[in-house]
C-alpha cells in the first residue's frame, strides 16, 4: 500500500476517534476532537497532491480517497446531530442536515456506477470538490466553537459561556443548513450533467 493510501486509511480511523472524544467525560476531549479533524483535513489534502505528483492515481486510491472523506463528513455531522445545545432543547445540528448528506453521496455514488456500467467515468467536478471544502470548513468551525464553550471558557472566563453558546449555536445551525443546501444543489448538478444516463436505453426496432 503506497503512501496517499495509507494517509486515506488513516483518514477513517481519525474519523472514528472523533465519537469517543467528543462523547466520553474526556479534558479538553472537544479540543483534541479539533485537532484529530484539522490532522484528517491535512491528510485530504496530502494524499491528493502525493498520488497526483508522486506516486501515480491508482484504484485503490480512487475509491478510498473520496470513500474516507464521505466517512469523516458523515461522522462529524452524526455527532453533532447526537450533541444537543445546552438547554438540551434541540441537537447542535438538524437532523435533516444528515439525511441531506447521506442521501447525496448514495445518490451520486449510484450515479456513478451506472455511468461504470456504461463505459462512462464521473470524476469530482468542482460543485463536488466546492462541497467538500465547505462541509471541512463548517465541521471545523462547529468543533472549534465547542472546544470554546466545553473546554476554555469555563475555565477561563465563565461568565461569557452563556452568551457565546447562544452565539455560538445559532452559527452551527446555520453553517450546517448552508452546507447542506450546497450539498444538495452539487447533487443536483451531477444528475443535471448525466441525466441521460438515467434514460432507459431505447431498444432496437428489428426490420419485419
Partial sequence: MNPPNALSLSRIALAAL??????????YGASAALVVFL???VSDALDG??????????????LLDPLADKVLMATAFVCFVELRTADGSRSLAPAWVVVTILAREFLVTGLRAVGERRGRHIPAGPWG??????????VG???LGLAIARDWLPRRAPERLPAFQAYFESVAYILSAAVAALTAVS???YFRQHRDLLAD????????
Avoid at 505528483?53 to 486510491?61: C, E, F, I, K, S
Avoid at 470538490?129 to 463548517?138: I, L, P, S
Fill in 18 to 27: 472523533l465519537i469517543p472524544l467528543l462523547f466520553l467525560p474526556l479534558p
Fill in 39 to 41: 490532522l484528517a483535513a
Fill in 49 to 62: 497532491r502525493l498520488a497526483r505528483r508522486v506516486y501515480g492515481v491508482t484504484p485503490l486510491g480512487a
Fill in 129 to 138: 470538490k466546492h462541497k467538500t471544502a465547505w462541509q471541512m470548513v463548517a
Fill in 141 to 143: 468551525a462547529i468543533l
Fill in 187 to 189: 447533487g443536483w448538478v
Fill in 201 to 208: 436505453a431505447t431498444p432496437a426496432r428489428t426490420e419485419t
